[in-house]
């Protein structure tokens, strides 16, 4: 819940939560002096892969908002992350009133996105949607419901790239856009 004396910036990230949740990437990246203070705070590290260091989304660390925000653990992608949406907010680009219903927007169309997806319990939206569009991809027969589920999911891409400018929902860990 957001104070009444955060900034616009907080403001619209404590309403969002995206970056963090698994919806727009699967990993974060991590300086290697970081895997095991973040290690030790909860987050999920990866480390075999130099080019993978970081960890694994949704973070187990927001619950709502980030728990750890303010804490020297917290990492530095972490405050040094700004999506598309973010970035405008902050050169007043576009207004706090005007950013919000862009968040709803988008937690409206990836609900209607969840509808079509088969199981809920594993695995990121992002991992589960990538896997259901590969999958209808090669279907050779397609219904009325995988059509929409197509259409649905190609229209909320659309939207990351717009609003998030998140241009890709390639499934490789190295292409994950949540860096410094
Ligand atoms: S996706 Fe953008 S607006 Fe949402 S929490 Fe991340 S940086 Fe903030
Ligand atoms: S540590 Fe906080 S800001 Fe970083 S991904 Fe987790 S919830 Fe988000």
Known sequence: MADSEDSPATVLCKSCGLCCTGHLFLWARLKSSELNSSQAVGLHVIRDDPRQRGFTLPCPLWKGQCTIYSSPDCPRVCHSYKCKLLKELDNEDISLPDALPVIQQAKAMIKEVE??????????????????????????????????????????????????????????????????
């Open 115 to 180: 509808t079509f997806l088969p199981d809920s319990r594993n695995g990121s939206f992002r991992q589960r949607l990538v896997a259901h569009l590969e999958l209808m991809e090669k279907a050779t027969k397609k219904g009325s419901l995988e059509l929409e589920f197509q259409r649905k999911a190609e229209e909320l891409l659309k939207f990351y790239e717009d609003k998030f400018g998140v241009n890709d929902l390639v499934d490789k860990p190295e292409e994950s856009q949540f860096v410094e």
